[in-house]
């Protein structure tokens, strides 16, 4: 039996994407909600919540981008060149949240004032970088004779905009069930208010989104079956995708009525999921949007058998120490302890 590697490198890229966006989704949530906390003290409780995870929630990116790079070199010198400047930012901003994170541990007053600031600029702008590479990449990219053909601010477009505003959303939604989570007394409470804005705020942005999509793309919109303004018979195969991400809003509404902990962001995730799986079924086998498909853009097989046998034997341990240090950090936090 030969084995798909090309397809096999897809879904690992994909799951590694995926995981990025839940884990480091909210840990950046958290950044961007850190403006409205009442207090140094609620700001320090929401540090230590992600404090022993935020730096080891990045790793998936890099396992993405760097497998992208790997598996996929003709897409990843397409996509680079394509989206050079959002991805830069996000990088750079990036940067910027982790020194701040650092250093607002040690600053005294006026220091710990400007590294608190940083956090939050750092995470909003990380976060609205990515929805712009996100916007970009889904209104697609030019390609001519096999590299990037188009300007440079391609990307910057009134969807992409809205795109980035949606995942900002998204962002503080996982952040704000996140706290909910880990957090108690009055900041559990304020976390609760503001997953329920952040909740409202997701599902507007995502529908609009979604029928922006529609609109934007017409290749997608036939593959959902949406074709000259009719629905077609198509469409029935992947009802259950939105119909999952109406399950995960209902699943947060639900579990804030009840006062549950963890429930909302078991719901937040699944709407995330749901969004997932919706541009996976729009895209696929696309992996550069409209006309490069992932077994067109894979390196050669050889490489790719080679380099699947050292990732069989990490992302094992990769996997097994981050539900390891997520288990180990169990429970709620209060600020008290400080963070490390």
């Known amino acids: 039996m030969t084995l798909d590697l090309p397809l096999i490198w897809a879904a690992l890229i ?8 839940l884990l480091d989704g909210f840990d950046l949530g958290v950044g961007i909600l850190f403006p409205f906390a009442r207090s ?24 993405g981008g760097g497998g992208l790079f790997a598996a996929f070199p003709l897409a990843y010198a397409v996509l680079a060149p394509a989206l050079y400047l959002p991805l830069i930012l996000m990088l750079l901003a990036l940067i910027l949240r982790g020194v701040a994170f650092e250093f607002r541990l040690h600053g005294r007053k006026r220091g710990k004032a400007f590294w ?15 929805g712009l590479v996100l916007g970009g990449f889904i209104q697609g990219i030019t390609v001519r004779d096999g590299r990037f053909a188009g300007q440079p601010f391609d990307w910057l477009t009134p969807y992409s905009l809205l795109v980035a505003a949606g995942l900002v959303a998204g962002y503080a939604l996982l ?30 942005l995502l529908a609009a989104v979604s029928l922006a999509t529609l609109t934007v793309h017409p290749r997608v919109a036939a593959r959902w079956g949406f074709i000259d ?14 119909i999952l991400g109406a ?9 804030l009525r009840r006062r549950e902990h963890g429930m909302p962001f078991a719901g937040a995730a699944l709407i995330f999921l749901s969004g997932y799986l919706g541009l996976a079924v729009g895209f696929f086998p696309a992996i550069v949007p409209p006309d490069i498909d992932f077994r067109q853009a894979a390196n050669a097989d050889n490489a790719l058998a080679l380099m699947l046998v050292g990732v069989s034997l990490l992302l094992p341990l990769i996997l097994g120490y981050t539900a390891w240090v997520y288990w180990l950090f169990r429970g709620k936090v209060g600020g008290d302890e400080g963070y490390h």
């Open 14 to 21: 994909a799951v590694a994407v995926l995981l990025y966006v």
């Open 40 to 63: 140094p003290k609620d700001r320090d409780a929401m540090m230590e919540s992600i404090a022993p995870v935020w730096d080891g929630n990045e790793t998936w990116l890099v396992l």
């Open 116 to 130: 608190t600031a940083a956090f939050a600029g750092g995470s909003l702008v990380a976060a609205l970088a990515q």
């Open 175 to 204: 952040g704000g069930c996140w706290l909910v989570w880990k957090t108690k007394d009055e900041l559990h409470g304020d976390a609760r208010r503001w997953t329920r804005i952040a909740g409202a705020g997701t599902a507007v």
């Open 229 to 242: 303004g009719q629905v077609s018979m198509d469409v029935l195969p992947f009802l259950p995708i939105p």
């Open 247 to 255: 399950a995960g809003l209902l699943i947060v509404v639900e579990g």
